[in-house]
C-alpha cells in the first residue's frame, strides 16, 4: 500500500515568514510523529500524536512550531516567523499505535531552507 | 532520559565484505525497544532491523543481523555481503513501549559507503 507522505519535499522561505508543512501517514495508523533533521542537531522529536488523545508537545523547541492533525489523518506542522536556525529537513513518521507495533514508517522529509 | 551513541561517523566497505556498526544506548528501564533505521540520499528513512529487549535471540533480517548484549547496553549491526545499495546513513534508535509518546532517540547515525 502507500507509504507516509509528505509535501512539499522542498521548500525555500524568507525569515520572518510563516510556513506549512504537511504530512499524510499511511491508512490506519493511529500514531504520527513529527521529527527534525538537522546537521547540528541530528534528528529530534517534535510532537506526537495518537488517536483522539492530547498530542504530545513537549519536543517542540519553541512556541513558533504547532501541528495539527485533521480527522485522525493528515497532519499540518507550522512554523511561524520562521528563523534560519529553522533550516531543516522535516520527517513525518505514523505507527499503528500502542500496543499493535511500534515500528515506525518515515515519509521521505521536507527540506526547509530559511534565507 | 535515553540516550543513544553512535562513534562511527563514518565507515567504508568494501563490496561483499562484511561490516559492523556499533551502538550504544543507556536506560534505566528493563523494557524497550532497539531499532535500526537507513537513510539513502532520498532522504527516506527506512526501518533495517528491530529487536525487543526482552529477547535474548539476536535478530536477522537476510544479510543484516544484531549482537544485542543487554547488560553492556550494546546493539550493533552486522551487514554480510555488503552491496552498493547499502550505502546509507545509519541510525540505531530507541524506543520505550511505556509512557505518553513511545518517540524515537536516535543515534547521530554512520555514514556508511561501500566500495566497488
Known amino acids: 500500500g502507500a507509504g507516509v507522505s509528505q509535501s512539499p519535499s522542498n521548500k525555500v522561505t524568507e525569515k520572518g515568514k510563516d510556513v506549512e508543512l504537511r504530512c499524510d501517514p499511511i491508512s490506519g495508523h493511529t500514531a504520527l510523529y513529527w521529527y527534525r533533521q538537522s546537521l547540528g542537531q541530528g534528528l529530534e522529536f517534535l510532537i506526537y500524536f495518537q488517536g483522539n488523545s492530547a498530542p504530545d508537545k513537549s519536543g517542540l523547541p519553541s512556541d513558533r512550531f504547532s501541528a495539527e492533525r485533521t480527522g485522525g489523518s493528515v497532519s499540518t506542522l507550522t512554523i511561524q516567523r520562521t528563523q534560519q536556525e529553522d533550516s531543516a529537513v522535516y520527517l513525518c513518521?505514523?505507527?499503528?499505535?500502542?500496543?499493535?507495533?511500534?515500528?515506525?514508517?518515515f515519509g521521505p522529509g521536507t527540506r526547509l531552507t530559511v534565507t | 532520559a535515553q540516550t543513544v551513541t553512535q562513534s562511527q561517523p563514518e565507515m567504508s566497505v568494501q563490496e561483499a565484505e562484511t561490516v559492523t556498526l556499533s551502538c550504544t544506548y543507556d536506560t534505566s528501564e528493563n523494557n524497550y525497544y532497539l531499532f535500526w533505521y537507513k537513510q539513502p540520499p532520498s532522504r527516506q528513512m527506512i526501518l533495517v532491523i528491530r529487536q525487543e529487549a526482552y529477547k535474548q535471540q539476536n535478530a536477522t533480517e537476510n544479510r543484516f543481523s544484531v549482537n544485542f548484549q543487554k547488560a553492556a547496553k550494546s546493539f550493533s549491526l552486522k551487514i554480510s555481503d555488503s552491496q552498493l545499495g547499502d550505502t546509507a546513513m545509519y541510525f540505531c534508535a530507541l524506543t520505550l513501549p511505556s509512557g505518553s509518546a513511545r518517540q524515537l532517540t536516535f543515534g547521530s547515525g554512520t555514514q556508511l559507503t561501500v566500495l566497488p
Open positions: 513518521a505514523s505507527s499503528l499505535g500502542v500496543g499493535v507495533s511500534y515500528e515506525q514508517y
